[in-house]
């Protein structure tokens, strides 16, 4: 108590080189923040290295580096063979881009998919296609011959002619259907590209699903979004491609970059609206609390400066902060500045009976000082207790926002009275309460018995309810 009376009043005494001291230390932690505050945005480094999953996860990417990192582009087009060339087209840019992309490659085009890809399917699948190519064999002999319109006319012209001997042209059936379709989206003046594969071999790897372009990207390690650039790249190349132009294939994308990028976007987005609402809502209160700048002000810039100092403690101690961990700045918001409003509410008591403000500020803090400093230990260890926990996301933000409590409460009993001083807020005139604020305590006092056995067995009640 004697330790929070002494700084008071020193921080008081000393108003002006308070102040400077405190934006000096303000901005060298900002601009060590800046240059030293990392941000991990990826997700699989919100749980601790030890934990047995982590450590087969870890394993797994030595093992396979090749799926690390990916920005995957997932390419749909009207027909398979137009998927397949929008796909190679796109792989083949994102290759030659090595401003934004290290390497890329498309499985599904590899030599070995391409010649062994029926080695896939599920056996009875591989089965009933198997069937459907033996009994279109005199079909697809007629286009190996001549894969062009006359081949496939020539053998429509075999199949009129296995109708007109009798022949059960059933297995070609699909293959019909697809020729009339297209025949009659030309006679429209909509003509559409044939399928070949669609014809003859439906259900085919590939048929009706998407085609995969695999990238690994450049990160920009330290912003928000380190595989941005990459991203917005590969959409500018895939509007280039023909298909794409045509409004016959399309070019979207998925992978653990765009994820993570998109994960953090929406959190920092929502963090950054959740301050703004805070600090709206922040100005009300004081606002109500105590209907002057001279005090509002003080507070503002209090809790401004607490939370400058909190993310240096960020920088230097913790180093990197993560999805979970960023929310300390929401928090810190929200608590830190219930302590200088205890503090200046408590002020404007005193001044009733103190009009001094130098006197009025030590009054307060022999009054208030330990109030705040309970407070303040109490949220700091609710948030410590994260710390133990093998969620490192979580932990490390109880590890910051722990600290930032106490961080907060220097604040309050040595920036905050030197502020105080400087802008000299006008003595009261009236006592601070709210209407009827006397009469209520009066009343909750008197029948104190029957208000604590009320909220006794509300509280029972809530336990048996579980």
Request: charge should be neutral; proline fraction near 5%; hydrophobic fraction near 50%.
């Amino acid at each position: 108590m004697r330790l929070i009376n002494s700084i008071v009043a020193t921080a008081s005494r000393h108003a002006v080189l308070c102040v400077l001291l405190f934006l000096v230390l303000g901005g060298l932690g900002l601009g060590y923040t800046a240059r030293h505050l990392a941000i991990d945005t990826d997700t699989d480094h919100l749980f601790a290295a030890s934990l047995a999953w982590r450590q087969a996860q870890i394993a797994e990417d030595k093992n396979f580096p090749q799926f690390n990192d990916l920005i995957v582009a997932v390419v749909r087009a009207d027909t398979p063979e137009e998927a397949k060339e929008t796909a190679t087209a796109l792989n083949a840019a994102l290759q030659a881009d090595t401003a934004h992309f290290k390497d890329s490659s498309y499985p599904s085009g590899d030599r070995f998919y391409t010649d062994e890809g029926l080695l896939l399917l599920p056996t009875d699948q591989l089965a009933k296609l198997l069937n459907q190519i033996v009994a279109a064999q005199p079909f697809l002999g007629q286009l190996a011959a001549d894969p062009s319109a006359r081949g496939l006319l020539d053998g429509l012209a075999l199949i009129t002619q296995g109708v007109q001997a009798g022949a059960n042209i059933s297995p070609y059936n699909q293959a019909i259907a697809g020729v009339r379709a297209n025949l009659q989206a030309a006679a429209n003046g909509k003509p559409v590209p044939l399928s070949w594969q669609s014809l003859i071999m439906a259900g085919a790897p590939g048929q009706g699903g998407a085609e995969f372009v695999l990238a690994h990207p450049k990160l920009q390690q330290g912003t928000l979004q380190p595989g941005g650039e990459a991203t917005k790249a590969l959409m500018a190349i895939a509007k280039t491609l023909p298909d794409v132009k045509a409004g016959r294939a399309t070019v979207n994308y998925t992978g653990q970059i765009p994820l993570s990028d998109e994960q953090f976007a929406s959190l920092t987005h929502g963090l950054v609206l959740g301050g703004i609402i805070s600090v709206v809502l922040i100005a009300l209160w004081l606002y109500l609390a105590l209907r002057s700048w001279r005090l509002i002000l003080p507070i503002l810039l209090t809790l401004v400066m607490g939370l400058a100092l909190t993310m240096s403690y960020a920088a230097i101690v913790v180093r990197t902060i993560n999805l979970i961990s960023v929310a300390f700045a929401i928090l810190f918001i929200g608590l830190a500045v219930d302590f200088a409003i205890q503090y200046c509410v408590r002020l404007r008591a005193v001044r009733l009976m103190e009009p001094e403000l130098g006197p009025a500020l030590r009054e307060t803090s022999r009054l208030a000082g330990a109030q705040i400093a309970l407070a303040a230990t109490a949220t700091a260890c609710g948030f410590l207790a994260f710390a133990p926990t093998p969620f490192v996301g979580v932990a490390e933000l109880g590890e910051i926002a722990g600290a930032g409590m106490f961080i907060a409460f220097f604040c309050t009993i040595s920036f905050l009275p030197a502020l105080l001083r400087l802008f000299r807020p006008h003595p009261e005139t009236e006592s601070v309460a709210l209407p009827g604020g006397a009469k209520a305590d009066h009343v909750l006092r008197r029948h104190r018995r029957a208000v604590l056995g009320l909220f006794g067995a509300l509280a029972l009640a809530g336990l048996w309810g579980r």
